[in-house]
């Protein structure tokens, strides 16, 4: 069983930086990715970023190349995303995401966090 904890999020001006943490517990070792993925106000879900947990696998969605960094602290556990450069219409509650592979599918992810609000003003 994957518990998924996110941290960070908040308010920003179009521009600037926010780093999102999420914190995996679980009760058995497995090979896995995490991921984050955002919905916007009135859309639906949409994949922003993962990793596999030995890091050697990340894809990035086209909206967020060059800008967004996902990267992992396996001392902690913990993976981030550091969102650069962030616009207006990044604006959106983000959610961390556990699955067994990279993928920007979000139905291959079964555990999943409980949200985090970003906000970017323009």
Request: net charge neutral.
């Amino acid at each position: 069983q994957v518990q998924l904890t996110e941290s960070g999020g908040g308010s920003v001006q179009a521009g600037g930086s926010l780093r999102l943490s999420c914190t995996r517990v679980e009760q058995t070792f497995t090979t896995s990715a995490m991921a984050w993925f955002r919905q916007r106000p009135g859309q639906e879900r949409e994949f922003v970023a993962a990793i596999s947990w030995s890091g050697e696998t990340i894809e990035y969605a086209d909206s967020v190349k060059g800008r967004f960094t996902i990267s992992r602290d396996r001392s902690k556990d913990t993976i981030i995303l550091q969102m650069n450069n962030m616009l207006p219409e990044d604006t959106a509650v983000y959610y961390c995401a556990h699955g067994l592979v990279v993928t920007n599918m979000d139905f291959a992810y079964k555990a999943w966090g409980q949200g985090t609000q970003v906000t970017v003003s323009s």
